[in-house]
Protein backbone atom coordinates (compact mmCIF):
# COMPACT_ATOMS: atom_id res chain seq x y z
CA UNK A 1 0.00 0.00 0.00
CA UNK A 2 1.46 3.40 -0.62
CA UNK A 3 1.76 5.71 1.96
CA UNK A 4 1.85 9.67 1.92
CA UNK A 5 3.01 12.01 4.01
CA UNK A 6 2.83 15.16 4.05
CA UNK A 7 4.99 17.60 5.98
CA UNK A 8 3.17 21.48 5.95
CA UNK A 9 2.48 24.41 8.63
CA UNK A 10 -1.35 24.01 7.14
CA UNK A 11 -2.35 20.44 7.33
CA UNK A 12 -5.69 21.07 7.51
CA UNK A 13 -5.73 21.53 3.65
CA UNK A 14 -5.53 18.26 2.89
CA UNK A 15 -6.89 16.30 1.56
CA UNK A 16 -8.08 18.62 -0.32
CA UNK A 17 -9.68 17.85 -3.26
CA UNK A 18 -7.80 14.35 -3.59
CA UNK A 19 -10.46 13.20 -0.97
CA UNK A 20 -12.73 13.14 -4.17
CA UNK A 21 -13.23 11.25 -7.01
CA UNK A 22 -10.90 8.62 -7.96
CA UNK A 23 -8.39 9.25 -5.89
CA UNK A 24 -10.84 9.82 -2.76
CA UNK A 25 -12.46 6.55 -3.13
CA UNK A 26 -9.28 4.98 -3.45
CA UNK A 27 -8.68 6.99 0.22
CA UNK A 28 -11.72 5.39 1.87
CA UNK A 29 -10.78 1.87 0.04
CA UNK A 30 -7.61 1.96 1.89
CA UNK A 31 -5.23 1.87 -1.48
CA UNK A 32 -3.13 4.54 -0.40
CA UNK A 33 -2.88 6.27 2.78
CA UNK A 34 -2.49 10.17 3.90
CA UNK A 35 -0.84 11.35 6.98
CA UNK A 36 0.13 14.97 7.56
CA UNK A 37 2.73 16.40 10.34
CA UNK A 38 1.93 19.96 11.08
CA UNK A 39 5.91 21.53 10.95
CA UNK A 40 4.85 24.03 13.69
CA UNK A 41 4.90 20.97 16.53
CA UNK A 42 8.55 20.72 16.27
CA UNK A 43 9.33 24.57 17.18
CA UNK A 44 11.14 25.35 19.96
CA UNK A 45 9.20 28.39 21.76
CA UNK A 46 5.55 28.54 22.56
CA UNK A 47 4.75 30.74 18.89
CA UNK A 48 5.26 28.03 16.97
CA UNK A 49 7.96 29.92 15.05
CA UNK A 50 9.30 28.02 11.90
CA UNK A 51 11.10 30.38 9.71
CA UNK A 52 14.32 33.21 9.96
CA UNK A 53 15.69 35.82 8.28
CA UNK A 54 18.22 34.58 5.21
CA UNK A 55 21.94 35.08 5.81
CA UNK A 56 23.09 37.44 3.60
CA UNK A 57 20.37 39.54 3.31
CA UNK A 58 17.57 39.61 1.02
CA UNK A 59 13.77 39.13 0.92
CA UNK A 60 11.35 37.19 2.88
CA UNK A 61 12.07 34.50 5.59
CA UNK A 62 13.25 30.89 5.33
CA UNK A 63 12.46 27.69 7.06
CA UNK A 64 14.53 26.59 10.15
CA UNK A 65 16.40 23.41 9.19
CA UNK A 66 16.42 22.57 13.09
CA UNK A 67 12.64 23.02 13.40
CA UNK A 68 11.66 20.98 10.26
CA UNK A 69 14.98 18.80 10.80
CA UNK A 70 13.04 17.69 14.20
CA UNK A 71 10.06 17.52 12.20
CA UNK A 72 11.25 14.83 9.32
CA UNK A 73 13.31 12.78 12.22
CA UNK A 74 10.43 12.23 14.55
CA UNK A 75 8.74 11.21 11.36
CA UNK A 76 10.43 9.74 8.51
CA UNK A 77 9.88 6.50 8.17
CA UNK A 78 11.08 5.14 4.64
CA UNK A 79 11.24 5.98 1.10
CA UNK A 80 12.04 9.03 -0.58
CA UNK A 81 11.78 12.90 0.49
CA UNK A 82 10.98 15.25 -1.61
CA UNK A 83 10.19 19.02 -1.41
CA UNK A 84 8.16 20.65 -3.72
CA UNK A 85 10.49 23.44 -5.54
CA UNK A 86 10.38 25.79 -8.42
CA UNK A 87 13.67 24.71 -8.71
CA UNK A 88 13.24 21.16 -8.94
CA UNK A 89 13.27 19.33 -11.51
CA UNK A 90 9.77 19.05 -13.36
CA UNK A 91 7.16 16.64 -12.54
CA UNK A 92 6.93 14.16 -15.60
CA UNK A 93 5.04 11.61 -16.12
CA UNK A 94 7.91 8.89 -15.67
CA UNK A 95 8.73 10.81 -12.72
CA UNK A 96 5.00 9.68 -11.35
CA UNK A 97 5.55 6.23 -12.64
CA UNK A 98 8.98 5.78 -10.41
CA UNK A 99 6.85 7.85 -7.65
CA UNK A 100 4.04 5.25 -7.60
CA UNK A 101 5.79 2.06 -7.05
CA UNK A 102 6.93 3.23 -3.49
CA UNK A 103 5.30 1.87 -0.20
CA UNK A 104 6.56 5.33 1.25
CA UNK A 105 7.04 9.35 0.05
CA UNK A 106 7.32 11.68 2.20
CA UNK A 107 6.75 15.29 0.71
CA UNK A 108 7.70 18.86 2.01
CA UNK A 109 5.78 21.48 1.64
CA UNK A 110 7.75 24.80 2.10
CA UNK A 111 6.54 28.60 2.54
CA UNK A 112 7.54 32.05 2.95
CA UNK A 113 10.86 31.81 0.96
CA UNK A 114 12.02 28.60 0.64
CA UNK A 115 13.97 26.03 3.09
CA UNK A 116 17.32 26.28 4.74
CA UNK A 117 19.86 24.44 1.80
CA UNK A 118 20.69 22.59 4.53
CA UNK A 119 17.84 20.55 4.97
CA UNK A 120 17.93 19.02 1.88
CA UNK A 121 21.88 18.03 1.68
CA UNK A 122 21.46 16.17 5.40
CA UNK A 123 18.75 13.98 4.29
CA UNK A 124 19.16 13.64 0.51
CA UNK A 125 15.84 15.45 -0.48
CA UNK A 126 14.86 15.31 -4.07
CA UNK A 127 13.42 18.82 -5.56
CA UNK A 128 10.21 18.32 -7.87
CA UNK A 129 8.69 21.08 -9.73
CA UNK A 130 5.27 20.93 -10.97
CA UNK A 131 6.34 23.86 -13.65
CA UNK A 132 7.88 27.15 -14.50
CA UNK A 133 6.17 29.43 -11.87
CA UNK A 134 5.96 30.33 -8.74
CA UNK A 135 3.24 29.14 -5.47
CA UNK A 136 2.05 30.91 -2.33
CA UNK A 137 3.21 27.16 -0.94
CA UNK A 138 3.77 23.75 -1.59
CA UNK A 139 0.80 22.25 -0.48
CA UNK A 140 -1.07 22.88 -3.79
CA UNK A 141 2.33 21.47 -5.83
CA UNK A 142 1.95 18.29 -3.40
CA UNK A 143 -1.52 17.76 -3.97
CA UNK A 144 -1.31 17.67 -7.83
CA UNK A 145 1.58 15.67 -7.82
CA UNK A 146 0.09 12.69 -5.86
CA UNK A 147 -3.04 12.89 -7.91
CA UNK A 148 -0.80 12.22 -10.93
CA UNK A 149 0.93 8.92 -8.69
CA UNK A 150 -2.33 7.73 -6.79
CA UNK A 151 -4.13 7.19 -9.79
CA UNK A 152 -1.11 4.87 -11.78
CA UNK A 153 -1.73 2.59 -8.01
CA UNK A 154 -3.13 -0.92 -9.06
CA UNK A 155 -7.05 -0.79 -8.60
CA UNK A 156 -7.02 2.89 -8.67
CA UNK A 157 -8.73 3.59 -11.89
CA UNK A 158 -10.33 0.42 -12.73
CA UNK A 159 -8.90 -0.46 -15.87
CA UNK A 160 -5.14 -0.31 -16.47
CA UNK A 161 -5.59 0.43 -20.25
CA UNK A 162 -6.91 3.77 -19.76
CA UNK A 163 -3.81 5.27 -18.83
CA UNK A 164 -1.75 3.78 -21.99
CA UNK A 165 -2.73 6.04 -24.71
CA UNK A 166 -3.01 9.64 -22.23
CA UNK A 167 -0.49 12.68 -23.02
CA UNK A 168 3.26 11.82 -22.03
CA UNK A 169 2.97 7.82 -21.81
CA UNK A 170 4.16 7.48 -25.21
CA UNK A 171 6.07 10.53 -25.06
CA UNK A 172 3.73 12.49 -27.37
CA UNK A 173 0.47 14.64 -26.17
CA UNK A 174 -2.73 12.52 -26.45
CA UNK A 175 -4.89 11.97 -30.03
CA UNK A 176 -8.44 14.08 -29.99
CA UNK A 177 -11.22 12.28 -28.41
CA UNK A 178 -14.70 12.04 -29.89
CA UNK A 179 -18.34 11.07 -28.51
CA UNK A 180 -22.03 11.31 -29.45
CA UNK A 181 -23.56 12.94 -30.52
CA UNK A 182 -21.53 12.54 -33.91
CA UNK A 183 -22.94 15.73 -35.29
CA UNK A 184 -22.98 18.93 -32.89
CA UNK A 185 -22.99 22.61 -33.70
CA UNK A 186 -22.32 21.72 -37.45
CA UNK A 187 -19.18 19.71 -36.04
CA UNK A 188 -19.12 16.09 -37.45
CA UNK A 189 -16.98 13.15 -35.35
CA UNK A 190 -14.53 12.08 -37.85
CA UNK A 191 -15.77 9.47 -40.57
CA UNK A 192 -12.17 7.20 -40.08
CA UNK A 193 -13.57 6.98 -35.64
CA UNK A 194 -16.41 5.48 -37.10
CA UNK A 195 -15.49 3.31 -39.98
CA UNK A 196 -14.99 0.20 -37.42
CA UNK A 197 -11.12 -0.30 -39.15
CA UNK A 198 -9.20 -0.72 -35.87
CA UNK A 199 -5.61 -0.72 -37.82
CA UNK A 200 -6.68 2.73 -39.29
CA UNK A 201 -7.89 4.22 -36.39
CA UNK A 202 -4.79 3.51 -34.88
CA UNK A 203 -3.19 5.18 -37.35
CA UNK A 204 -4.84 8.25 -37.41
CA UNK A 205 -5.05 8.33 -33.82
CA UNK A 206 -1.05 8.11 -33.74
CA UNK A 207 -0.56 10.99 -36.77
CA UNK A 208 -3.25 13.12 -34.56
CA UNK A 209 -0.94 12.63 -31.84
CA UNK A 210 1.97 13.84 -33.80
CA UNK A 211 0.79 16.44 -35.29
CA UNK A 212 -0.74 18.31 -31.44
CA UNK A 213 2.75 17.37 -30.11
CA UNK A 214 4.43 18.87 -32.96
CA UNK A 215 2.49 21.76 -33.39
CA UNK A 216 1.91 22.52 -28.60
CA UNK A 217 5.35 20.45 -27.53
CA UNK A 218 7.98 20.40 -30.23
CA UNK A 219 10.63 19.52 -27.64
CA UNK A 220 8.80 16.39 -26.76
CA UNK A 221 9.47 14.96 -30.46
CA UNK A 222 13.07 14.56 -29.77
CA UNK A 223 12.31 12.19 -26.95
CA UNK A 224 9.28 10.03 -28.48
Same mark, same amino acid.
Given at each position: ?14 ? %?? /? ?6 ? &? ?49 ? #? ?9 ? %? ?9 ? /??? /?? $? ?34 ? #? ?11 ? /? ?11 ? $??? $? ?6 ? #? ?36 ? #? ?7 ? &?
Amino acid at each position: MFKAKILTIFPEVFP %GF /LGYSLTGR &ALKDGLWTLETVNIRDYAFDKHGSVDDTPCGGGAGMIMRPDVLGSAIEHNY #QSGKIVYMSPK %GRPLTQAKAHE /LSK /LE $ELTVICGRFEGIDERVLEEYDVEEISIGDYVLTGGE #QAAMIMLDAVVRL /LPGVLGNAASTEN $ESF $ETGLLEYP #QYTRPIEWKGRKVPDILLSGHHENIAKWQREQALQITK #QRRPDLLKK &A
